[in-house]
């Protein structure tokens, strides 16, 4: 894998962090300076890379499928590389993540970037967006209403943000009780990545998206036709994926991981035929928003069976009476470890909340 050192844009306290975290050695260093002193040359990278703060893996020509490498909770990207501009698929975190994210991009291209995707309205999709302005965001007329709405109300939002601060005082407790030198390296540059984080969510400031469809959009590109695909509600109202079909290729977003999703915001009886809808599409590759890429179609297949079962033991669960979250822990679905793999009994409250919630509300 080829390696370039990001050297532009860095939010100075993630990058401190970083450093402390893993300290580089001189000669690369070095190399990095003499790199700044360089005269500018169009970037000439024709294979995975990595940055500080981001490996690019090439998918297919022009198409990378983008992951964040600081150990912080984050979502995936994909970025096409067109003959004139470039696409870029979720924008991360934070407006300060996003800033990264365009950074890293700059280490292959400096191309526009003049179409930026939203795969739905979650914070750690979308909550980057304003780093990328001005440009066009494309999104399901869902994700606008929920980002035009108070996105900083929203549920998944506000859980994070009101979780920050027991997040730290964790790891400030785990610091204080550790002796061994390494570990407490380890915690300190967390504790330096999570202060950061804290202060970059302060300025977020959601823009929603600014061209919207409600079923299906087609950009073409020169030879590149790129299909803006809603396939249903499933992990929230306004769900789009990304897919090539040329390359064989599409980015699912949270609608479709390499296993279940979370559920807090799902419309998890309709989620498994939204995936059939998925599976009509010919592609060989799933590149999700978490995670590793998924190339085993088959696991779509695991994943509807899933959802159906989770749905079928809540709504009994909820007939004998059970509140929600006695329901949660009475969930078994370890039937599904051979399937998918890390199965417990009992399951997410909030999940089942949800289908509670969505049961309520239709009178059922
Ligand atoms: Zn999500």
């Not at 909550?127 to 980002?147: C, L, Y």
């Not at 479709?256 to 060989?284: C, I, Q, R």
Request: aromatic content about 6%; charged content about 25%; overall charge negative.
């Amino acid at each position: 894998m080829q390696t370039v050192t990001a050297t532009r844009a860095v939010a100075l306290l993630l990058a401190t962090a970083i450093v402390a975290a893993c300290s580089p050695p001189a000669d690369e260093e070095a190399a990095s300076q003499a790199a700044d002193a360089a005269p500018a040359a169009e970037p000439q990278i024709e294979g995975d890379f990595s940055t500080d703060t981001h490996s690019f893996e090439l998918v297919a020509p022009g198409v990378y499928f983008v992951r964040y490498t600081v150990p912080m909770f984050n979502s995936n990207s994909m970025v096409l590389i067109n003959d004139d501009d470039v696409l870029v698929v979720d924008s991360h975190i934070t407006p300060a993540t996003g800033g990264q994210l365009i950074a890293s991009i700059r280490q292959v291209t400096d191309k526009p970037i003049s179409l930026l995707v939203n795969t739905h309205f979650h914070y750690d999709h979308a909550h980057g967006n304003q780093a990328f302005m001005p440009v066009k965001i494309i999104g399901h007329e869902f994700t606008r209403q929920k980002m035009a709405g108070t996105p900083l109300e929203e549920g998944t939002f506000a859980r994070e943000l009101a979780g920050q601060p027991a997040m730290l005082e964790r790891m400030q407790a785990r610091l204080a009780e550790t002796e061994d030198a390494e570990e407490r390296t380890g915690i300190e540059a967390r504790i330096a990545l999570t202060k950061a984080h804290i202060e970059a969510t302060k300025e977020v400031d959601p823009v929603p998206p600014n061209i919207t469809l409600n079923e299906r959009l087609t950009i073409y590109r020169g030879e590149r036709e790129i299909q803006i695909v809603f396939c249903g509600r499933a992990h929230t109202g306004g769900d789009i994926v990304v897919y090539l079909p040329n390359e064989r290729i599409v980015f699912t977003g949270d609608m479709m991981l390499g296993g279940p999703s979370w559920l807090g915001d799902g419309y998890v009886d309709e989620w498994p035929e939204t995936l059939e809808n998925l599976k009509a599409l010919d592609f060989d590759l799933i590149l999700p928003g978490h995670g590793p890429k998924v190339s085993d179609r088959a696991l779509i297949g695991h994943v509807q069976d899933f959802y159906r079962e989770l749905w079928k033991q809540v709504v009994a669960l909820r007939g004998e009476g059970k509140a929600a979250d006695e329901a949660a822990a009475a969930v078994d679905l370890t039937a599904f470890e051979d399937r998918l793999p890390g199965r417990r009994p009992g399951f997410d409250p909030l999940a089942v909340a949800r289908i509670y919630q969505l049961l309520d509300e239709r009178g059922e």
